[in-house]
């Protein structure tokens, strides 16, 4: 099975009264896009594809990749974290503190829907 665009990692917690976890999304990203272009260019089953227009270097796009990710999710850059594909243009980003409040399934649906909506047409 091919890994998917957005899943949801719980936290192991002896005494877990919430479902707080992370979210891990799976990027293709394009950098030193033009400014205009800048932002989420599509999504997919198995990937999100991000245009940033920082160049790939000394974490420039990185830093951009939290900066877009967050704006579409409205969360602080604090809570995004790359946690693989540091020098890659393929990277898996964490969201961290989600509450999925029960529902997984209905979370990954409503953070994927917000992806949508991000998309220029």
Do not use: W
């Amino acid at each position: 099975m091919a890994s998917l665009a957005i899943r949801h990692v719980a936290l192991s917690s002896k005494s877990a009264k919430s479902a707080l976890g992370y979210i891990y999304l799976k990027c293709h990203v394009k950098p030193g896009a033009s400014k205009q272009r800048e932002g989420i260019v599509s999504i997919s089953e198995n990937v999100i594809e991000v245009c940033v227009s920082a160049q790939a270097r000394e974490g420039e796009s990185n830093k951009a990749v939290r900066e877009v990710i967050s704006s579409v999710l409205n969360c602080p850059k604090s809570d995004v974290e790359i946690v693989r594909g540091m020098k890659s243009r393929n990277k898996t980003v964490a969201i961290e503190g989600i509450d999925i409040k029960g529902d997984e399934e209905k979370c990954i649906s409503g953070i994927r829907e917000k992806f949508e909506n991000a998309v220029d047409d």
